[in-house]
T-cell receptor, first 116, second 115 residues
Framework: AQKITQTQPGMFVQEKEAVTLDCTYD???????LFWYKQPSSGEMIFLIY??????QNATEGRYSLNFQKARKSANLVISASQLGDSAMYFC?????????????FGDGTTLTVKP | DGGITQSPKYLFRKEGQNVTLSCEQN?????MYWYRQDPGQGLRLIYY???????QKGDIAEGYSVSREKKESFPLTVTSAQKNPTAFYLC??????????????FGEGSRLTVL
């Protein structure tokens, strides 16, 4: 079974609007971290936001917030006030502390296109 | 500035040749990783190392080899046994002090094309 599932291969959003990128995960490890990375066309991977499995509140970093629903095993990324520079591929990833030696597992990604 | 340096950025190889991709970090991180990315797809783990002189196979290790003789360095060799080596290769590191909750720091990647 896929550990990380991103069901939206591509998404479009109008500049200045908000967009939600979906991510569901599968683990039996009680201790894990969830991450979102951005990959522009240049290829570098940029860390955006982190949510720990024991965190009570949703993580926020500037225009990025993570909608963490633990019971649903969901960790959606919300980008507010989209900018043209947000056009990129976005990856959801998980690190399992106890059951996977802390290795990161990545989803297949969502390509976001911001329209002017 | 601290970071990860990968070289070369672009590499062309003839079939049957081994090539080595360099990855150096000055972040004092214990763990280092090599990922492969095919066009439009996610990252797949090739090899990882959590300590000097020790490394483990990831999900797609066949046709690849690594070494970890120094904390700062984790080179990847793509051997002639790798049947389809054309891909984008990303090296990453993380601080194990975060006990699995730290993010990965990535290099800029190496794009390998087999002619």
């Amino acid at each position: 079974a896929q550990k990380i599932t991103q069901t939206q291969p591509g998404m479009f959003v109008q500049e200045k609007e908000a967009v939600t990128l979906d991510c569901t995960y599968d683990t039996s490890d009680p201790s894990y971290g969830l991450f979102w990375y951005k990959q522009p066309s240049s290829g570098e991977m940029i860390f955006l936001i982190y949510q720990g499995s024991y965190d009570q509140q949703n993580a926020t970093e500037g225009r990025y917030s993570l909608n963490f629903q633990k019971a649903r095993k969901s960790a959606n990324l919300v980008i507010s006030a989209s900018q043209l520079g947000d056009s990129a591929m976005y990856f959801c990833a998980m690190r399992e502390v106890n059951t996977n030696a802390g290795k990161s597992t990545f989803g297949d990604g969502t390509t976001l296109t911001v329209k002017p | 500035d601290g970071g990860i340096t990968q070289s070369p950025k672009y590499l062309f190889r003839k079939e049957g040749q081994n090539v080595t991709l360099s990855c150096e970090q000055n972040l004092n991180h214990d763990a280092m990783y090599w990922y492969r990315q095919d066009p439009g797809q996610g990252l797949r783990l090739i090899y990882y190392s959590q300590i000097v002189n020790d490394f483990q196979k990831g999900d797609i290790a066949e046709g690849y080899s690594v070494s970890r003789e120094k904390k700062e360095s984790f080179p990847l060799t793509v051997t002639s046994a790798q049947k389809n080596p054309t891909a984008f290769y990303l090296c990453a590191s993380s601080s194990e002090a975060a006990q699995g909750h730290g993010e990965l720091f990535f290099g800029e990647g190496s794009r390998l094309t087999v002619l």
